[in-house]
Every structure is written in C-alpha cells, then in structure tokens.
C-alpha cells in the first residue's frame, strides 16, 4: 500500500534475485479499512515510493487509480472463510475481505508467478494463500521475514505516526514476544501461560494499550489451550492513535 521502507526494499530485492521481472504494486485499498479518518491519514507518497523502486532497480511500477481497480457497478467481493474470522478479522470487520478481493484483482492484472509479502502480517499471508489456492490463482505466495529497526520494532508504514515517546515505547512488542518464547523454550506448554506473559511485560510500558495478545495454531489460528505443535504469538497493540501489530512464529 506504498509509502515504501526497508521492509519493502527486502522484498524487492528477493523478488529481484529470484525473478527475471521484478513489479511493484502500489495501491491504497479503500475496501480493507472499516474507519475512514484511518484511511485519510494513511501515509502516502507516489513520487516517494517511485524514487525507492527506481533505487532498487524495479522493473515496472503498477500504481493505478480507485477506477482502474474498482470501476462503475463494481459489485464482487472475495471472501475467505476460517482463518481470517479471528485476530484482525475480529477487530477489523470486512478487512480482510477487502484484502482478499484487492489481491485476486492485481494477481489477475499483473500476472504474477510470484508474490512476496512480509511475515510481519502473519494472518494476511495466511488468508492471501488459502484465497489464492482456492480459486486455483497462478501466483505462489511467497513469505519473508519480518524486518526490524534495530530496537526490534517491526518495520511498518504507520510507525510514521509515533511521537517520539511513543516511538521509544513500541519495542515493547518484541520484549513481550520474546518473553512467551523464551517460557515456551523452556518447557511451557500452557497457551494461556504464554499469553499471561505477554500480558506482563505490556503492562510494565504504561502507553502500550493492547487491542489483544494471541497464542493461536499456526496454520488456523485457531487460539490453543496447550501447545503441541507451531504456533504463532501475535498481538495488536495501539500507542496513542496508532495500532500496530507483530507476531512470532513458535516451531
């Protein structure tokens, strides 16, 4: 959705490594936010995102219009069924149908044998590969790991909106993920213990207000009692008006 970072910039570099023709898509999708004060204060910049691609040797820039992607009578909608109904798609109604049906259009228009989207949206690269199997698409969904600011903070277009104290207040995300790793390494094999240590080391940081903490199944998302196989930590954390989320894979 453009508004380009060093995140961004390692799945182009993949992408270029590993394919002939690297494209870039850039469109803020207007289905897959239910606020639209959140919509208008998404930060964009065109001419921004153009200058990192051409930085990075892109190929091709796909920047259409709302008309292009959504044309008069447009009246289908792409919805996926279990794994989305959780997490995000419980705090954010009809998100990731707006998700679902954006992808299936640009996979459609730009003809992708690849795409590449970043683990920091763990359930979106979920739903964007159940939709993609499901209606027989041609592009392999391909993930790459989360990209992180040195402090651990997970690379996203909105940490933009953090003041400065709110900034310095974010990493508390990783340390709180890290926290339930390092108790599920050690043995635990309660879900509700993970998340009660998450829980904890939020509570220490007086501007992280958490929309919910996650000890799910990896492949699901459905949330575990006990802990038999992988699974995911998420969270969805608002520091002042900005929401951020982040995740850790648990083999």
């Not at 803020?28 to 639209?36: A, H, L, S, Y």
């Not at 992607?69 to 995000?88: M, N, R, S, W």
């Not at 989207?117 to 790991?145: C, S």
């Not at 038999?228 to 951020?244: E, Y």
Request: one cysteine or more.
């Amino acid at each position: 959705m453009g508004w380009l970072h060093d995140g961004h910039r390692a799945l182009i570099q993949r992408a270029d490594a590993e394919n002939r023709t690297t494209v870039v898509s850039i469109f803020v999708n207007p289905r897959q936010f239910g606020d639209p004060a959140d919509l208008e204060k998404y930060p964009r910049s065109e001419a921004r995102d153009i200058a990192i691609c051409t930085e990075e040797g892109v190929d091709l820039v796909f920047a259409p219009s709302i008309e292009e992607i959504y044309p008069p009578g447009f009246d289908t909608t792409v919805k996926v069924g279990a794994v989305a109904q959780g997490l995000e798609g419980a705090a954010r109604p009809g998100h990731f149908d707006g998700v679902a049906t954006v992808v299936a259009i640009l996979f459609d228009l730009v003809g992708a044998e690849h795409a590449y989207f970043g683990q920091k949206d763990a359930q979106q690269l979920l739903v964007i590969r159940r939709m993609a199997l499901d209606l027989a698409l041609p592009t392999e969904v391909i993930a790459h790991p989360t990209v992180r600011e040195p402090d651990g903070l997970a690379m996203s277009s909105r940490n933009v909106h953090l003041s400065t104290e709110e900034r310095a207040a974010a990493p508390v995300i990783r340390r709180a993920l890290l926290a339930a790793r390092s108790l599920r390494e050690r043995g635990e094999r309660s879900a509700e213990a993970l998340r009660s240590e998450m829980r904890h080391v939020l509570a220490a940081e007086p501007l992280a207000q958490p929309d919910y903490v996650s000890v799910a199944d990896a492949s699901s998302l459905e949330e575990l009692e006990t802990l038999d196989g992988p699974a995911l930590l998420s969270m969805a954390v608002r520091f002042g008006s900005t929401r951020l989320i982040d995740n850790e894979p648990i083999p």
